[in-house]
């Protein structure tokens, strides 16, 4: 069983960049897919970004496309969301999850999911 757990999250201004991090346990890691979804107050949890086993494919919302990079370090267990351009509607708790498929963006396809860092974003 993979343990995911998210950090990064902060307070930034607007145009400001972050980069979240989710530390993952086990040794099975490379072999999942990944992605981030965030979850707004008082809205629903929506996908943001995910990433193949190898890192060689990706998949943006249209809302982060060209703002944020999702990448993944497989010998350290760990994924990355780089936010760049961040803009206060990013304000959001962002967690990590494990992918059926990195084309996957509907929650009920991941799993595993983490506790979530909090991003907020000052305009």
């Known amino acids: 069983q993979v343990q995911l757990v998210e950090s990064g999250g902060g307070l930034v201004q607007a145009g400001g960049s972050l980069r979240l991090s989710c530390a993952a346990s086990?040794?099975?890691?490379?072999?999942?897919?990944m992605g981030w979804f965030r979850q707004a107050p008082g809205k629903e949890r929506v996908f943001v970004s995910s990433i193949d086993w190898s890192g060689g494919a990706t998949y943006y919302a249209d809302s982060v496309k060209g703002r944020f990079t999702i990448s993944r370090d497989n010998a350290k267990n760990t994924l990355y969301l780089q936010m760049n351009r961040l803009k206060p509607e990013d304000t959001a708790v962002y967690y990590c999850a494990i992918g059926s498929c990195w084309r996957a963006t509907h929650g009920s396809d991941f799993r595993s999911w983490g506790q979530g860092t909090q991003v907020t974003v000052s305009s």
């Open positions: 086990g040794r099975t890691f490379s072999d999942y897919a």
